[in-house]
């Protein structure tokens, strides 16, 4: 089974403009979740989709947002990008997006670096 | 809030002998605790995990121990191996009723073991 992908691996833009990053989740997972991994705060959580809804959010501007397709893919959007901004984004999947219990936990991609300048 | 703490940042071992590294939490609602190791440039990758019904879990080299009463758990890697070395995160799935894909997680150690 192929594993979680994400693209672009890297990304470089500048502050004020949008971004578009996606995750295709390994076959057969129907639970997508988003992170932000900085030096100075750790991994965060962002939301997960599940069935093209977001059932968790974490505490983020609004100018982080997300959304999952009928094939359980996802892609993430920040707008108005701010220095801030510069982190690696981790997308992970699971069966159930639960975490809890044996077969459910939740695999990560590669990430997605970006750096705002 | 930190809610999953990793107190330290830094463990240096030697070939052989063993990793342990830990990992304390506030949060008495959590009742699943996971481990996962990161190397650079890839996402986090999964180790071993413990419901809190057990204190201990065992998965080849690694086991993991929880002391719910001290909120307190601990990654054991014996023997260390080179390949371990790599960031190690402990994580908890959110307090309560389904966890609905929300991972807590410590900042990390960074383990490394020479040759």
């Known amino acids: 089974k192929a594993g979680v992908t994400q693209t672009p691996r890297y990304l470089i833009k500048t502050r004020g403009q949008q971004v578009t990053l996606s995750c295709s989740p390994i076959?057969?997972?129907?639970?997508v979740s988003w992170y932000q991994q900085t030096p100075g705060q750790g991994l965060q959580f962002l939301f997960e989709y599940f069935s093209e809804t977001q059932r968790n959010k974490g505490n983020f501007p609004g100018r982080f947002s997300g959304r999952q397709f009928s094939n359980s893919r996802s892609e993430m959007n920040v707008s108005t990008l701010e220095l801030g901004d510069s982190a690696l984004y981790l997308c992970a999947s699971s069966p159930g997006g639960g975490g809890k219990g044996s077969g459910n936990e939740q695999f990560f991609g590669p990430g997605t670096r970006l750096t705002v300048l | 809030d930190q809610q999953v703490k990793q107190n330290s940042p830094s463990l240096s071992v030697q070939e052989g002998r063993i990793s342990i590294l830990n990992c304390d939490y506030t949060?008495?609602?959590?009742?699943?605790f996971l481990w996962y190791k990161k190397y650079p440039a890839e996402g986090p990758t999964f180790l071993i995990s413990?419901?809190?019904?057990?204190d201990k879990n065992e998965d080849g080299r690694f086991t993991v121990f929880l002391n719910k009463s001290a909120k307190h758990l601990s990654l054991h890697i014996v023997p260390s191996q080179p390949g371990d070395s790599a960031v190690y995160f402990c994580?908890?799935?959110?307090?309560?009723?389904?966890?609905?894909?929300?991972?807590?997680f410590g900042q990390g150690t960074i383990l490394t073991v020479h040759p």
């Open positions: 076959s057969g997972h129907r639970s």
């Open positions: 413990i419901s809190s019904i057990k």
């Open positions: 949060n008495s609602m959590f009742d699943y």
């Open positions: 994580a908890a799935p959110n307090a309560g009723g389904t966890s609905y894909g929300k991972l807590t």
